[in-house]
């Protein structure tokens, strides 16, 4: 074990070994989290994004990187793509997810 | 007349009883059938909430027709009295077969809507940019050039997506064609995503967040984050996602991927040494492994930090290669300022072991062992009168950029830093047309080349 630890790190070397720990540690406490608040995260209790309205969120998420665009800029279906993609690149949380796009589609 | 339009509202129940129970049956039916989801073999608490919340929605939609039947088949009959001439009969039956067109819409959408969500149902949208742009630089021929960055994203149910990025080029009398992007993404719970493929370069914020060209402030791009120190893609998988944490937020990408090349014979000297970022054959056989962490403490602000650490060169000869960025990046819509404030740096660290390069002279120049340590970044600040109350005044934006690339104990044998000065206006806010005057300086005895840009940037 010790072995296959030393020639991990040696391969990789030391920081991009803690960022894999650190990554694979977290990894671990989010995967128990999740399976254990699967219920609350789905009703939306995820800590960041809680209180806030959709259009909050879309407004703060979206300014960080580019101009926000309007609601009317694509209609619900293409607002359910776009902001999936944002998902992943932007690293939205769910909850984060969920209320932009319904603010997006109640706005398109 | 009264008989006509029981007859007419008992078809209309008839006929919205026989779609709704139409509607539920597959629902129903979907429910009782063993593991739909293309994902897993049960039904997550995701899924069964979403599907339990469409459930109600149809419910309601379907309470709230009933209710309008009913209204319908409440409303006053006119009297033989007070009847219409009857040429005018058939206007007073209209109401009723308009509002029944009118359901069956309203049904056939709801039907559309419900098929929608059904595992497997692909969405798909085209997307990206375009551009054109002039470039006058001092010492050289000044030339126009244009680009079209075309994005294909489709979403394949509601946790496997695809995003292909390609990119076609003039300038220069070429056209060229790059495959930016093609990633499939898998989002593993509510806190990871895996994707593979050919991806943006994850420990690069610039890269990943800034560099498409109207989301850029200024027509070029930064010294040493953008096609300098950095990848602009990586090839292999990567691992990403946050994580809230009370107010703030962490994010992660942690990714495996093919390394760089070493070049170790060009034509060009100041080559040599340098890394080849489109090593896709993998020459060498080593992987990269690198990684990026952000920290949002409040929306305005994130900072980073990315790392990446290969080994580059021959097999035999290999030399280690990190790659190091740090990212700040302070956006704020500022009611005192009157506008949005946008402050963004990024600095970047490249090393490379000692390497003997052209060991037995034939290339003229060695042997030459030498280790290829590179630094640079930028520091921007844009400002753009967003709550000024004038329509013209408040889409202009100024933009004042710094950027160094430190490369003077390496064959390139200089130093460059960049003061660029922009002015921009927004059409839209993913369209704007860029102007901006750069003033250059180089040391090690090259030459300084001044620069006036202009850039039109269109987001689709």
Redesign the interface.
Known sequence: MKESVSRVCK???L??AL??V??AA??WL??CA?NKQ??E???GT????TGKSGAQLW???C????????PS??SP??W???M??M????????EEHKKILEFLKSGS | MRMRNHVVVSRTIIRAFGVAIFLIVPLLATAQEPSPSPSSDYVSRAEYDKLKAEHDAMKQELEALKAQIGELAKAPVPSPAAAPAEGKQVVTEMPSEAATEELRQEIDTLKTQVKETFPGTTKFLLAGYGTAGFTARSGEDPFFDAAFNALFLWKLTDRLFFEGEMELEFENEETTINLEVAQAAYLLNDYMTIGVGRFLNPMDFFVERQHMNWVNKLPDKPLAVYDGLFPESELGGQLRGVIPIGPTKLEYAAFVANAPGLITESDDFSEIGMLDFDNDANFGGHVAVGGHLGFIPIPQLEVGYGIQRSKVGPRDQAVVNVLQSVDFNYVSDSALLKGLINLRAQWGWSHVGDFVYDPDGSQGFGPLEFNNNRNGGYAQLSYRPTHIDNDYIKNFEGVFRYDRLNQLHTPVGFDEQRWTFGLNYWLTPSTVIKAAYEVDDKNGGARDQNAFLMQAAVGF
Do not use: K, W
């Not at chain 1, 998902?87 to 769910?94: F, G, K, M, S, Y």
């Open positions: 391969f990789v070397g920081p991009g960022i894999i650190l990554c977290l990894t989010i995967g999740t699967s219920g995260v789905a009703a995820t800590g960041g994004a407004a703060e998420n300014i960080r990187c580019h101009n926000i665009r309007s800029s694509y279906a293409q359910e793509v776009v999936m993609h998902r992943v690149r932007a690293n939205l949380t769910p």
